[in-house]
């Protein structure tokens, strides 16, 4: 029998293509995990080998070293990256049925948590540039929801978002604490913030009482793995342990959390690794910048290569196959009228020059066009009839986009990547919703939830 998964790895190492995407180690690290030699470190909670769900020992000692490095009350080792911290951190800080602040560009799993819980969902829409990026989320727009809303019990903000936005984390923890409501920051794209001054500072300074960052993203760590960190005492040690052990497994992987530990220590004992990498990402946007066509688009984090196509001959997307297929670069993801690409300390120079060459001469084959295929640039908000739980206990029917104009979405749909829904099941579906879903259909972008240009509604 073939080993499908395997044979499809090989081939992706044979066939050299350089990542522009995640996992941070950008498949360069062999001298922490060699081979094989993963295999013969993969064991399960044996005698003296400590246990993630009451930790006591090797991986106690590994955690208070995490929390002295990012300066927590506590952090906790994800062995389900900041998914498993995102449906956690709800869970510790909502009952059943609350109130909870969401910024509408958070990923799935947190409207995973709003369902799970049969929470009610208050949305804060991120304001969209005219690149059709989200900006962060202001003090003033969660005062102005506050003023509005009552007995909201937690929020969950995105910050940075993926095109490394971030938003106004102190003024809005301040906010909130002022209401009694905690915040959660998922932080999946900033675990290296606190490794050099040039990256935005983190939410844990800044007044967050959970944040979650997902280390295999942005640091050298195998895929999968995270942390959550608790900033705060407005929960407790022992209740974020037992929600944690809700979502994660009782057989963790020691080698995930070996390669958290050694992700952690050695970016904190080699920090001038991260000076050469900012130089490096200063002297190659310096020569993008000279780009004609195409537009460096400046973020709150120069980790983030967000190149935008708006107003050329070409969409994101086309951009994105053109690099993969031409010049043997596989980015992080696409939009109708940006790519982006993920960089991180582990990038080599030869690999960095090489995107910029090929952008530059990219950019030299292309021509300025009013490109009247996207459009769009704003947040669509949905009017909201049910709760996402709600809708996991009604009976649903497949229909062609146009038919599910009016009616109440049953499933979550979303492009991915990012994975932020653009239908959460319960909302009305507009007009202006279809018509953007149609636009990622016509540049052959891969919806999920939408089946041959159907999606399920509430029958």
Sequence with gaps: ?????????????????????????????????????????DITEITGYDDLHQPEGMIRKAMDEAKKIYG???????????????????????????????????????????????????????????MGI??????????????????????????????GRISEIRGISETLHENDIPLIVDEAHGAHFIFHRDFPESAISQGADIVIQSL??????????????????????????????????????????????????????????????????????????????LKLITTDDISKIVISTKNTTISGEQLFCILRDKYQMELEMSELSYVIAMTSVCDTREGLQKLVDALLE?????????????????????????LPEEISRKKKKQVLLEEAVGNIGADFVYLYPPGIPLIVPGEKISRDIVQKIQQYEKNKMKIVGCFDGKINIVK
Aim: charged share 25%.
């Design 1 to 41: 029998m073939s080993e499908f998964i395997y044979e499809k790895l090989k081939e992706l190492k044979e066939k050299g293509a350089y990542p522009f995407h995640m996992p941070g180690h950008k498949r360069n690290c062999e001298d922490v995990f060699l081979g094989n030699t993963l295999f013969s470190m």
């Design 72 to 130: 927590t009350k506590e952090s906790y080792f994800l062995i389900n990256s900041t998914t498993a911290g995102n449906l956690s951190a709800i869970a510790a800080t909502c009952h059943i049925g609350d109130k909870i602040l969401v910024a509408r560009n958070c990923h799935k799993s947190v409207y995973h948590g709003i369902e799970l819980l049969g929470l009610d969902p208050i949305y804060l829409y991120p304001e969209v540039d005219d």
């Design 134 to 163: 989200c900006r962060g989320i202001t003090t003033d727009q969660v005062r102005k929801i506050l003023k509005e809303e009552k007995n909201i019990k937690a929020a969950v903000i995105v910050s940075p978002t993926y095109e």
């Design 216 to 293: 295999h993203k942005t640091l050298p760590s195998l895929t999968q793995t995270g942390i959550l960190h608790l900033c705060t005492d407005r929960i407790s040690k022992s209740w974020m342990q037992k929600k944690l052990s809700v979502f994660q497994s009782s057989s963790p992987s020691y080698i995930l959390m070996a390669s958290i530990e050694c992700c952690i220590n050695k970016c904190n004992e080699k920090r001038e690794s991260f000076q050469q990498y900012m130089d490096q990402m200063k002297e190659i946007c310096g020569q993008l910048s000279k780009m004609k066509h």
């Design 362 to 386: 990219i950019d030299q084959n292309i021509s300025e066009k009013k490109n009247d295929q996207i459009e769009n640039f704003h947040m669509i908000q949905n009017e909201k009839i049910f």
